[in-house]
């Protein structure tokens, strides 16, 4: 039965005769016996051996109906088994072939018809639309968009824009397994598709992940495009600094010759956050055209055996993002950054090293700031400010002569300056009170 396909019309007239068949052959049986049955029923009187006789023979008859119908509908679900069989294997060969005329359809896109140029900026525009991509592997990232298929490949290669900046950010690596020699890979694919002279960027957080797979090499990977960087982020978010890190921290000078922007991000909650095994930091020494620093160091690191090594005098854009005591405040302007044209100190710790004495510090006259437009500085809550701290904040700040700022905020100075601080466009200043809290 299993191997003959029969119609389903056919399957029905054939039920419909062999049904007439069986109901003609036993139609008289069934009524000569059916009264004798019907009275049998309305008694409880032992059956004689012909009335037994007659039961048995209309039972068997029954059964056999019951057998021919059950090989019947055996028979009907066997043929419906094979006919879903059959649809599930046409739908598939559909789907299939569906596919295959989906990729002959593609041909026609006008996606294809996309000049290179308009593309390109379509690329741009997917890249910048939810802000900077976060990391190599982020979905907005050029890596990204040039594995969807060979056409956006060589599209996205083509542009060499793309491929200036690098974001190793932790969330392109999400174990310590998968780290494995990827910094090395990333790098050199990353910054491969750039010409020579092309200036890169590069962003670096420093998590436990990133760590595990630094001990690749990442000195030697990273100071093969060093004569291209202009622009170094370096953030630490493990407490404990890479090996390969600390190499790379103190190689000697001069490999960044084209620098220009330097952003070094420590966690100053912990000392041990930047163990260099008092060594200073001196891969930055000598870069000539470094001119912005963005800095979050620990205090020490502006001075003693293991501190930060720049040509601080030749920086113009300096911002502290850190706690800066008086004493770094008076080191940094008065004998590290003389032609600053723009400084920011987030936050102005007055009650460090409050006991340190602050005279040998200070210079003898004031020292005027020619170029020095904007002047920010914030200083931590003392309400009220203790004498001896504002007596220190005045013996800094009334040796800074400002003869071109622009704009100045000094937020939570409570004191009273002389008119040596600032001669123009703000003669007549006297205090700068602090923000109104709301």
Known sequence: LRGRHVPVYELSADLRKNSTQLEDKHSHAEASASLDIEDLKQSNHPLTSSQTSVVKSVLASKNQDLTQLDVTILTLQLQINDSLIALRALEEAKSLKQLKANSVQSCLLSVRLLPLKVLITIFKYAMTFHGPFKSWCDKTSPHTLSHVCSSWHST????????KELDLHPSGFCTKKETTDVIGTVVHSWYGHTNHPSPLSLRVEVNEYISECMEEDFACTITTFSPQMVDIYIK?????????????????????????????ITDTQHSDTLSLNNTSVTVFAHSPHLYK????????????????????????????????????????????????????????????????????????????????WTFTTHLGDFAPMPINLQN?????????KLTNVEQLELV?????????????????????????RG
Do not use: Y
């Not at 996205?156 to 491929?163: I, K, P, T, V, Y």
């Not at 723009?342 to 007055?350: C, I, K, M, R, Y």
């Open 156 to 163: 996205a290669l083509s542009c060499l824009d793309f491929w």
């Open 236 to 264: 630490f978010s493990d407490p404990s600094t890479p090996s390969d890190l600390c190499t790379f921290l103190t190689l000697l000078g001069g490999l960044f010759m084209s620098l220009e922007s330097l952003s070094f």
């Open 293 to 372: 620093a963005t800095l979050h160091i620990q205090i020490n690191m502006l001075q003693g055996n293991a501190h930060l090594l720049l040509l601080w005098s030749q920086l113009t854009h300096l911002t502290m993002l850190s706690k800066t005591s008086l004493q770094s405040l008076a080191i940094l302007l008065f004998q590290l950054c003389s032609n600053l044209e723009s400084a920011s100190f987030s936050h102005l710790d007055l009650g460090t090293h409050a006991e340190e004495p602050l005279g040998p510090l200070l210079p003898l006259f004031c020292v005027i700031f020619p170029h020095l």
């Open 392 to 400: 220190n904040a005045r013996d800094v700040f009334e040796h800074i």
């Open 412 to 436: 939570g100075l409570m004191f009273s300056f002389n008119s040596s601080i600032i001669d123009n466009p703000f003669p007549t200043l006297s205090m700068v009170s602090p923000p109104t």
